[in-house]
């Protein structure tokens, strides 16, 4: 009889993406109450120095090789416009949070477009010098994982 041992529990408990605002407030205002990222904690210290957490769900950490870096960006974009980091944010609605968030202040890059992954996807320039991908799962991730091309790189490994 074999006993399966727990499993250890994992060595990262939270994913913090820190961004460097020059218009603090501007940013604040366009994550916080036009996206909808709820404020977790704000502190402050000398010299008016300001931090705010908003917290955006789930956290994962999306790595991609040169080849499907180049690849998103032309499903999404068209063409190459991607910095090496770009956050993404899933919302229910891809095309309302789209307008919304260009009426926030943010510029379209491209419009909401459905991927090869089955999502709509919209790209858009964003406060703090970030470029951001708002995505809407069309599909569930059980129906995605049946599709050609998906799956994980660990799966057969078990």
Known sequence: MTTDAPSPPPAVRQLRLV????????????????????????????????????????????????????????????????????????????????????SAGATEIAPPTVTPWQSLNARLDAPAGLQITLFEELLSQEERAALDGFGTDRAGEE
């Not at 210290?45 to 950490?61: H, K, M, Q, S």
């Open 19 to 102: 961004v460097e605002a020059e218009d603090y407030e501007a940013a604040v205002t366009f994550f916080r109450d036009a996206l909808g990222l709820p404020e977790q904690a704000a502190f402050s210290g000398e010299g008016d120095a300001r931090v705010v957490i908003l917290d955006a769900g789930r956290a994962t950490l999306e790595i991609a090789n040169p080849a499907q870096k180049r690849m998103i960006d032309e499903v999404e974009v068209g063409r190459q416009v991607a910095p090496k980091i770009r956050v993404a944010f899933e919302v229910d609605d891809s095309r309302s949070a789209t307008r919304r968030l260009v």
